[in-house]
Structures are given as C-alpha cells and as structure tokens.
C-alpha cells in the first residue's frame, strides 16, 4: 500500500484543518488506518486510528473531542478532521495502515503496529 498525506498548512490558534490520506496499490477498506504526528525534538505521537472491520475509532487524549478520524471505503481516502488548533498542534502529520491490526482503546495507538507509511505533511499552528 502506498499511502499519501496531504492538506497541512498553517491555521491560526482555534481554526480548523482537514488532512487526506490517499491509498493506491491496495484496498485500503483492509487496513487500520492511524494518524501520527511528530513535532520537532519530540517522539511519533499516535493520535488516531481507525478499524477496518467496525470502523471504530480510537483517539489519542491529546485530541479527543477536537479531532475526528473517519475514512471512505469507496475512494480508498482517510481523513483527520482538526478543530480548535492549538499551537501544540504544531507538527509533521503521517498517516500509516496495517492489514492485521484492531486498534483497541485501551491501548496506545503505536507506530511498530503499523506496516505502510505515507510522507508527512506539515501542520503549523499559531498563536
């Protein structure tokens, strides 16, 4: 699966952003999908992802309740809708899928568990 992130850029402090994951190569409907971002001098954080069979969501508490992850089967895209930015928002933003993964919520969202990398794209909040 070859994946590519886009719709990064900069936003003021409280606006929103939408990011895209795009899938080629493979039928993205079989995949986990995860979002991550890194910030400069920071680890991957893992923020979100969502299940292949259910479609049941997981969020990082960093962005529980201002971010919504939600995919579409039938263009093979995922998407990060990001609302209320905050300037610690600021970061590169990767999405990744895994065939074999269920992401649970009582565990962290973990970049070993995911197989297939998109590149980042940049997401500058401020404030």
């Known amino acids: 699966v070859q994946l590519q992130a886009s719709g990064g850029g900069l936003v003021q402090g409280g606006g929103s952003l939408r990011l895209s994951c795009a899938a080629s190569g493979s039928d993205l409907n079989s995949h986990a999908i995860g979002w991550f971002r890194q910030a400069p001098g920071k680890e991957r954080e893992g923020i979100s992802c969502i299940n292949r069979s259910d479609g049941s969501t997981v969020y990082a508490t960093s962005v529980k309740g201002r971010f919504t992850i939600s995919r579409d089967n039938a263009k093979h895209l995922a998407f990060l809708q990001m609302n209320s930015l905050k300037p610690d928002d600021t970061a590169v933003y990767y999405c990744?899928?895994?065939?074999?993964?269920?992401?649970?919520?009582?565990?962290?969202?973990?970049?070993?568990?995911?197989?297939?990398w998109g590149q980042g794209t940049q997401v500058t909040v401020s404030s």
């Open positions: 990744a899928a895994d065939a074999d993964l269920y992401c649970d919520s009582e565990s962290e969202i973990s970049a070993r568990d995911f197989t297939f």
